[in-house]
């Protein structure tokens, strides 16, 4: 399994602010997930990153207040931009792993956003 | 449209009884099912995995579930339920396309 390596591990950010979230893996990966996890729920996808091409987004989430960059095969960013209290959540990162076609994901340790 | 439902946002049990967290799913295709577990401030840790193999599938720490296709069901039992095993455990189908839909999640208490 991959080692996903998240910073920062928790912040507490002003209303209007954003924040850059990094994920490192410790091997080459073709796609890398952003989830969201907003206090007492579930997780949500929010995009797929692929390197050298712009970020999938699920229906809910724009680029333009989750940019994604991906350029490399074992990094990724994902900024939250304009931050609101509503922002407020732990964002995971995660890649697939085992073989191509079981399709389970290794998670990060997560970022737990606060927002005031 | 894939869906995950988890029956009971919490369930409590005391040390040494049986833990059953309940897993029903919707899906078109034969699905891919896991179970991950967060631990308070942590990330998710996969359980196991059915991935159209044997029906009953071991994971670690004890767990295992059983794929039960005519209940759309993969509940996860562990038959002696120790006190770390307090968390919040996540059941989640996949189509095989890495896009993995997550239910709400059981929050799990262990009773001295």
């Known amino acids: 399994s991959a080692v996903i390596s998240q910073k920062p591990s928790r912040d507490i950010c002003q209303r209007g602010t954003s924040l850059t979230i990094q994920c490192q893996v410790d091997s080459q990966v073709t796609m890398m997930f952003w989830y969201r996890q907003q206090p007492g729920q579930s997780l949500t996808l929010i995009a797929t990153?692929?390197?050298?091409?712009?970020?999938?987004?699920e229906s809910g989430f724009v680029i333009d207040k989750f940019p994604i960059s991906r350029p490399n095969l074992t990094f990724s960013t994902l900024t939250v931009s304009n931050m609101s209290p509503e922002d407020s959540s732990i964002y995971l990162c995660?890649?697939?792993?085992?073989?191509?076609?079981?399709?389970?994901?290794?998670f990060g340790e997560g970022s737990r956003l606060t927002v005031l | 449209a894939q869906s995950v439902t988890q029956l009971g946002s919490h369930v409590s049990v005391s040390e040494g009884a049986l833990v059953l967290l309940r897993c029903n799913y919707s899906?078109?295709?034969?699905?891919?099912l896991f179970w991950y577990v967060q631990y308070p401030n942590q990330g998710l840790q996969l359980l196991l995995k059915y991935t159209s193999a044997a029906t009953l599938v071991k994971g670690i720490n004890g767990f295992e579930a059983e794929f039960k296709k005519s209940e759309t069901s993969f509940h996860l039992t562990k038959p002696s339920a120790h006190m770390s095993d307090a968390a919040e455990y996540f059941c989640a189908v996949s189509d095989r396309g890495n896009k993995l839909v997550f239910g709400a999640g059981t929050i799990l208490r262990v009773k001295s």
């Open positions: 995660s890649v697939g792993g085992g073989s191509k076609d079981t399709g389970e994901l290794f």
């Open positions: 899906s078109s295709v034969p699905p891919y």
């Open positions: 990153a692929n390197q050298g091409s712009e970020a999938t987004y």
